[in-house]
């Protein structure tokens, strides 16, 4: 499987996890090895908000609406629940 989330980040996977992968530089970096999509989903919703680029809490508000609307798309194509740590 490989499946891109966007330009940076995308899903891979072997026998026994889903991956999430961050292309740097013409390379992949193994970000994390996950048992679940779930949780691979929640790491990557919580470090889209962490490397986001906003300046104020409306602009962060707004990235978070727009990303949750995205992985809402993705638990309706596979069929999980992601949890967001708060």
């Not at 919703?45 to 809490?57: A, D, E, V």
Request: aromatic share 12%; charged share 30%; glycine share 2%.
């Amino acid at each position: 499987m490989n499946i891109a989330l966007d330009e940076k980040f995308s899903i891979q996977s072997d026998k026994k996890n889903y991956i999430l992968v961050e292309k740097f530089k013409n390379r992949d970096i193994h970000f994390g090895y996950y048992s679940s999509l779930s949780h691979l989903f929640s790491d990557y919703f919580n470090l889209k908000i962490r490397l986001s680029k906003s300046k104020s809490l409306t602009e962060l508000l707004k990235y978070v609406e727009n990303l949750s609307n995205t992985l809402k798309q993705a638990q309706t194509m596979f069929k999980i629940e992601v949890i967001v740590k708060k």
